[in-house]
Every structure is written in C-alpha cells, then in structure tokens.
C-alpha cells in the first residue's frame, strides 16, 4: 500500500479524506463506528484520528474536599488506527503530538505503530491543557512540532532518543504537519508562521494539512505564500461544516479563524442549530467545488459532529 504522502504527490482527481475524535473516556466506540461507516461509502482515501492531551480535574469526594484526576479524555488513537485498517481497509493516519510526551515515550508510540505496520502519521505539538494559559510540555518532550519531526525523521534513520543507533525503520514513517491559512494564534505574523512551517518541511514532513477555514480566497494566498517561502510539498485543505449556533463564537474563539462577511450575514438569521446546519452544508459545498477546481490533492473534512452534514458535502461534491 503506497503511503499517504506518495497518493497527495501522485496525479489524481481532488480525494476525499476526514478526521475522527476518539469517543470520550467511558463513552462507546460503537457510534465512532457508525460515524465513520456512514462516511466510508465516499471512499475516503484515508483517514485522521486525533490524539488529546493528558487532562487534571477535579472532583468533589463528599467530605468537603476534591481529589485530582489526571487522564487522558479520549484515549485510544492507535487501537482505533488498527481498527481503521484492519475492519475497513482504509489508510489510518493516527496524530502523535509532543505535549505529554518525553522524547522516549515518542518513541515508544513509534515502536507500536511500526509494529502494528501503520507508518502514515501527522505530527503535531498538540494543543495547550485546557486549563492552562500556554502550551506546556513533559521534561524532556519537545517544544515545537519541528523538533517531533526532526524525531521521527531520525527514528526512520534508526537513530533513537538516548543517542544509540539501532536499525533503520522500514518501511519508514511519512508524516504530514499542521499549516494555518490565517497563522497560528501565537504566531507574530503569517511570514514567521511560514518559516516555522518549513522548518518542520525540512525536518521531514511531505506534507501539510490547513486548519480548517471558511474563505477559500486566505487558502489560496496561503499557499502562494508557501511557495513563495519555499514550501514545496502538497498543501491540503481542512474544511468544517457548521452544524451549531453555537460554534458561530466557539470557532472564530478556539481556532482564531474568521468567519466571511457573506457567510455571517446569513448566519446571522439563523434561530436554530437546524439553520445553521443547512448554511453550513451549502457553504461547505461551495467552498468545495472551489477547491476541487482548483485541482488540490484532498479536502480533509473535520467531521467531529458533523457526519451527517460531511456526508451530505461529499455527496453533492464527489
Ligand atoms: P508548531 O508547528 O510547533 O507551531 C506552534 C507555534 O509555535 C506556531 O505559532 C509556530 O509559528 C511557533 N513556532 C514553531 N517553531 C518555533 C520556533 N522554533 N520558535 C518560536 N516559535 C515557533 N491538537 C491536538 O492536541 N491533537 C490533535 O490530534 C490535533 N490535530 C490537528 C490536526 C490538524 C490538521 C491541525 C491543523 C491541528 C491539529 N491540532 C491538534 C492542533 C495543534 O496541535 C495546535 O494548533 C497547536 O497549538 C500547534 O500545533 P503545531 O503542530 O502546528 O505546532
């Protein structure tokens, strides 16, 4: 099976990719398995499955006081990986990210993963505890995503953590990184966000994939801007479709996105989650067809609660 990153460089037509959340510690996996059934009858040719960050709260013991909890929300992204692959045939691209994790607890998720045979990955910082102001990270972890994939790079080459050199990984690992078409929030500008976006390109990454964002005209000058800075490899676009009134300050919040003028204003009439979720699809499907024309490698749908609406996008779409 030809790796992620070899099908985006490949000619072909605008593919169909999405990504999954593992459901919520305690929760069932049987409707992660609906969701991601109803969206395999688009052929995907892969997808995403997220990992999360280790999370402290707080919980009332009865006497007056609370205990602390630290566990993981939504674990499970390498079993579900192996599910992906193994029950459905599809190409499995878990996410590995740096807050958490030492240098050898990477590699060791590396190890399991070369051992379970899934070597297409995307390599992240992760994002910050929600309680926390900044992105922190564990002693001896990485503090930027660049550096994870100048890690794995050099676990392919089979130089590990602790300096020893063992034997090169094959078939090796091929990783995708993050891009941000309106820069990351913690970024000073766009052209240093780019730099950093290199810098992870020349560290091993073959491809990027965007946050996601609702102005196809900010992706397209966000990938004349990466050229421009000597970002070769596929670029793939990450589209959301809105399903809430309540994601119309949630969103622009957490990603630090905007939303357009013309989308807005139509929003803006919405009274019920119902609207929103129509609006979205219809916005969705433009954005879409823009994209397919424009001929790029893959649309990734980030498709947490919003199966019925990516499904409904890639039916009108694909
Ligand atoms: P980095 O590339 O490290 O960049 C983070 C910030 O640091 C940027 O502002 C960058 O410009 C800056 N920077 C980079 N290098 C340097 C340097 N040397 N000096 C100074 N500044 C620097 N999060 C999760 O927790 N789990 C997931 O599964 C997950 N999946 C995602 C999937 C996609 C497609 C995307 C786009 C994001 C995903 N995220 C996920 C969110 C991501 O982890 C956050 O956006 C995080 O804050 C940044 O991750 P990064 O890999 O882009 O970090």
Not at 92 to 106: N, T
Not at 181 to 207: C, I, Q, T, W
Not at 212 to 239: C, H, Y
Not at 289 to 318: C, D, G, N, W
Request: glycine share 6%.
């Amino acid at each position: 099976m030809e790796s992620v990153a070899q099908f985006l460089s490949a000619p072909h037509d605008t593919a169909f990719s999405f990504e999954i959340l593992p459901p919520l510690r305690g929760k069932s996996i049987s409707s992660t398995y609906a969701d991601i059934e109803t969206l395999m009858a688009f052929s995907p040719a892969y997808v995403n499955i997220t990992t999360h960050r280790t999370e402290v709260t707080y919980k009332h013991i009865g006497d007056g006081t609370f205990r602390e909890f630290s566990s993981q929300r939504r674990p499970g992204t390498v079993a579900i990986a192996a599910v992906l692959r193994e029950r459905y045939g599809v190409r499995p691209v878990p996410h590995i990210i740096c807050g958490d994790y030492s240098r050898r607890e990477i590699e060791d998720q590396l190890i399991d993963l070369s051992y379970l045979g899934i070597t297409d990955i995307l390599a992240l910082r992760g994002d910050r505890v929600r309680s926390a102001g900044i992105f922190t990270t564990a002693p001896d972890g990485h503090h930027h995503a660049a550096d994870l994939a100048a890690q794995i790079s050099d676990f392919n080459r089979g130089l590990m953590a602790d300096g020893s050199q063992a034997e090169p990984v094959f078939p090796p690992f091929t990783f995708g990184v993050a891009g941000y078409p309106e820069k990351h929030e913690e970024a000073m500008n766009l052209s240093f966000d780019l730099r950093n976006l290199k810098a992870k390109v020349d560290a091993g990454a073959s491809y990027v994939v965007t946050q996601m964002f609702f102005d196809n005209a900010k992706f397209f000058r966000f990938v004349e801007r990466a050229r421009e800075a000597g970002i070769t490899v596929p670029i793939v676009p990450g589209l959301k479709p809105l399903t809430s009134l309540r994601q119309l300050s949630l969103l622009p919040r957490t990603f630090h996105i905007d939303l357009p003028e013309e989308l807005s204003a139509e929003l803006l009439k919405c009274t019920t989650d119902e609207q929103v979720k129509a609006i979205g699809v219809e916005w969705a499907v433009r954005q879409a067809r823009e994209l397919k024309e424009a001929h790029v490698p893959s649309i990734h749908f980030y498709a947490m609660h919003a199966t019925k609406s990516v499904a409904e996008i890639a039916r009108q779409v694909y």
